[in-house]
């Protein structure tokens, strides 16, 4: 059996934590409690000794040629996360506390990674947002979500994950809310984002016309344009991604159900 090669990436206020760190690791398979379970990825909950629950996200192995291209070519998603998660922190852009990354590889091929951080005990997404239509202050809170979103693009941040699932919202104990962005593997720093990157990257959040019309306003108003501009560029935006979207995911059924029917 081929020896497996182990990376860590550690935060400095984890130092001292890396042998239990890793011993979670090494034990992943026998934690039970899921944050998260997917097809792809599962996110689990632990608790450190010092008390504090972390989240440890499992990437599933990628295929043959992924596998060499992450090793040689292309930082996997877990080390990204982690390089993103503290270049964030430096912009002021809030995400949960990165932790650790470990990869499992040989000389020549990626095989697991996993990425840990704090975990946030958030009251909703913003995905809760959009299908709890009487949400208390939902109107309060999607201005102030746009604003976020306004943050992260005069920040020159391009979040190529900004989807309904991927932005946790937190009250504080003065009313006000708090934005924690989270799977951050896909993700451009420095980019000049013009008024049409900016709606492409809003287009992922929702189809429901009525938000559409209100976030327009919010975003209008920030960025100096009249509404009817935006809400037009920010409507077309979501269908063209609408369409991209489920064009990719018939072609994906079609090829599965060529190879393996």
Known sequence: MTQLRVKTLLHPLYHDQQEELTNLIENYDELTTYLFKGTRNSIKIATLSTGQRVAIKSFKIPNIFNQYVYKFFRKPKGLRSFEHAER??????????????????????????????????????????????????????LEEFVRFSYGLHEKGINFLDHSPGNTLIEQKENGAYKFYLVDLNRMKFDQVMSFTHRMKNLAHLTTNIQDIEKMAEHYARLIGKNSKEVFIRLWLETIKFQFRFYKKKDLKFKIKRFYFS
């Not at 964030?88 to 499992?104: M, R, S, T």
């Not at 990425?115 to 939902?138: F, G, H, M």
């Open 88 to 141: 964030l922190k430096k912009l002021g852009v809030a995400n949960p506390q990165a932790v650790a990354y470990f990869e499992y590889s040989t000389t020549t091929r990626i095989r697991n990674t996993f990425y840990i951080s704090v975990l946030v005990d958030a009251e909703l997404t913003y995905r809760d947002l959009i299908t709890q239509k009487n949400y208390p202050n939902r109107e309060v809170i």
